[in-house]
């Protein structure tokens, strides 16, 4: 018989034996052995732990109760205990979960649930078994209770409802869920997990989530929505419509033309043209622009109120976003200049004028007066008017309209008339350039009369314009007359239409090549002039109102009239003129 120090490992008891005293006497020794047989006896039923491993029962498809038995503790100090636990079989001192449920061990039942398993998968099958073993440690080592086993249920899905549904909607999902903890289960829509509300055996509540994003134009914006439980994933349904929704904008106040971002949850990055619009008050506006991170639209130019609300239709369903929006109107500071010509134009200064006004130039309205006219230009704080053409003589009010605020300016603009001061030279043959001084609208043309015959006139500054006697004017004392379309004014003085004169010329002979000085008056640079030496017309080198310089041609010899020609008039010399060799 043997007794002695126990040790454990895994599923053996090793027993080390002491070394035993022999004695001499046959009869002390017969009773030293039956003592010390009856003492091990005694001594290896307080040694010796002993556990068994009772059930496993499954709560659900990722949770299980464990159940063991401790029949003894034994002899020496218990330092932990528990279960091991895993998918397969093999559960030891180095494989499976440790569950320790701390050292206070005592003989008898003891229990624990395990959650949030994760079921092992394959390509083709998942493993649903759960294994399960109860230990003992002490500082001699660890003993197990045997493995035991559960199949652990499998979710069955059987419907969604209903089948579309935007942010913070609520979703069932019917089916065999084996579970009341929401922990236990997650639900997907597109890779989104919704917060799960309401957890049964026969049905998960959920609520759809934001964020989900649904970028192919063809998709119409369907999804598909999975179940996960115990590590594995249920398809749901691979056809839920999201629906998108709108739930604020900024900047609640802005300035025509501004451009207003509408947020909003699961905003899809493609619409059908007719799935979406948006309004401010009762006027509907273009989309600029959209994208799974908002809608972007204008405030628009006529924008009916100072304060609307902003309303988006999408798919049919209207929402009125929170807070009305509210116009910040522009203000007119100054004009300048103050005064002018009709047909002039002057500039506005101020604030808040729409920087999209080449886009909406029609829903603009300055009034000179009572006459609206036509902006040229538009800045944020500047724009050009145009003084009406037609507008009479005086000072006018002038106001500015963008979208439903009027604004008068509190200068007023003077309109001046148009005038003709002097006028040189005085006379002046046809073609003779004539000045014009006067009041005048700068980088004009014009129609200047020279009596009642009509030429063309070009006013390089507001004081000046620039023309010429026109062919056909009558000789004399004429009146010069300006107009435009809108206007006709007429200069005080008289200016005179000079025929031309020849009244000399020198040198009376020359060589071929030399040069012949005419004089006279009335003449003109711009006119058509011909010179001839008898027959044969030669080079003109300069003109001015009294003189003419010509070359004497080469191929004339003699004595001969020196013809001048110009705007129609024939002017012969009274005396010859001498070609010398």
Not at 342 to 362: A, E, I, Q, V
Request: charged share 15%; hydrophobic share 35%; aromatic share 10%.
């Amino acid at each position: 018989m043997a007794c002695g120090l126990v040790m454990y490992s895994k599923d053996s008891v090793i027993v080390t034996y002491m070394k035993l005293y022999i004695f001499r006497s046959p009869f002390l020794l017969i009773i030293f052995s039956f003592l010390l047989l009856q003492g091990c006896e005694k001594e290896d039923e307080q040694i010796h732990p002993e556990i068994k491993t009772m059930q496993i029962t499954a709560l659900s498809p990722s949770s299980a109760t464990l159940e063991g038995n401790i029949i003894h503790t034994g002899k020496f100090p218990v330092l932990d205990f528990g279960f091991v636990y895993g998918l397969t079989p093999e559960l030891g001192e180095t494989m499976g979960t440790r569950l320790s449920l701390g050292k206070d061990a005592k003989p008898g039942t003891y229990k624990q649930d395990v959650k949030n398993l994760k079921i092992a998968s394959g390509y083709y099958t998942s493993n649903h078994n759960f294994y399960a073993r109860a230990y003992l440690t002490n500082e001699k080592g660890t003993v197990f209770g045997q493995v035991a086993s559960v199949t652990l249920p499998s979710p069955n899905i059987q419907s969604i409802v209903p089948n579309t549904g935007k942010a913070g909607d609520k979703i069932t999902i019917s089916g065999s869920f084996f579970t009341s903890d929401a922990t236990e289960v997650e639900v997907l829509f597109a890779n989104v997990a919704g917060k799960v509300i309401e957890v049964s055996p026969s049905k998960v509540v959920v609520e759809v989530p934001s964020g989900i994003t649904s970028s192919s134009y063809y998709d119409y914006r369907q999804v598909g929505v999975v179940l996960k439980m115990a590590g594995q994933t249920y398809n749901v349904t691979s056809t839920f419509k999201v629906n998108p929704s709108v739930t604020d904008f900024s900047p609640k106040s802005a300035t025509l033309g501004t451009v207003i971002t509408i947020k909003g949850n699961n905003l899809p990055g493609y619409y059908y043209y007719s799935n979406l619009r948006v309004s401010f008050g009762e006027v509907d506006v273009p989309i600029t622009s959209y994208s799974s991170t908002g809608i972007q639209v204008q405030v628009p130019h006529h924008i009916g109120a100072k304060k609307v609300p902003l309303s988006v239709i999408i798919d049919g369903v209207k929402t009125t976003l929170p807070g009305d929006f509210t116009v910040i109107p522009h203000t007119v500071t100054s004009i300048a200049p103050t005064s002018g010509l009709s047909g002039s134009y002057f500039s506005l200064t101020g604030d808040n004028f729409p920087s999209d006004f080449y886009y909406n130039y029609n829903q603009a309205v300055v009034t000179v007066g009572d006459i609206p006219t036509t902006i040229s230009y538009v800045s944020s704080g500047e724009m050009l008017v145009l003084v009406p053409f037609n507008l009479k003589e005086g000072n006018h009010k002038i106001k500015v309209a963008f979208g439903p605020t009027v604004i008068e300016a509190t200068q007023q603009f003077s309109v001046v008339a148009s005038s003709i001061t002097s006028f040189s030279p005085t006379s002046g043959g046809i073609g003779r350039e004539v000045i014009l001084k006067g009041n005048f609208l700068p980088d004009t043309y014009y129609i200047v009369n020279f009596g009642s015959v009509r030429i063309g006139g070009y006013s390089t500054s507001s004081s000046t314009i620039q023309t010429s006697v026109p062919q056909g004017a009558t000789l004399g004392a004429v009146k010069i007359s300006v107009e435009n379309d809108y206007t006709k004014i007429e200069a005080k003085d008289e200016f005179t239409v000079l025929a031309p004169t020849f009244t000399a010329f020198s040198p009376s002979s020359g060589v071929a090549g030399s040069v012949v000085t005419i004089t006279g008056s009335g003449f003109s640079a711009n006119a058509y002039t011909v010179v001839r030496f008898g027959t044969v017309s030669t080079n003109i080198l300069s003109i001015t109102d009294t003189t003419i310089k010509a070359v004497v041609p080469s191929n004339v010899t003699g004595a001969m009239k020196i013809t001048v020609l110009q705007n129609g008039q024939t002017m012969i010399s009274k005396d010859n003129f001498t070609v010398t060799n």
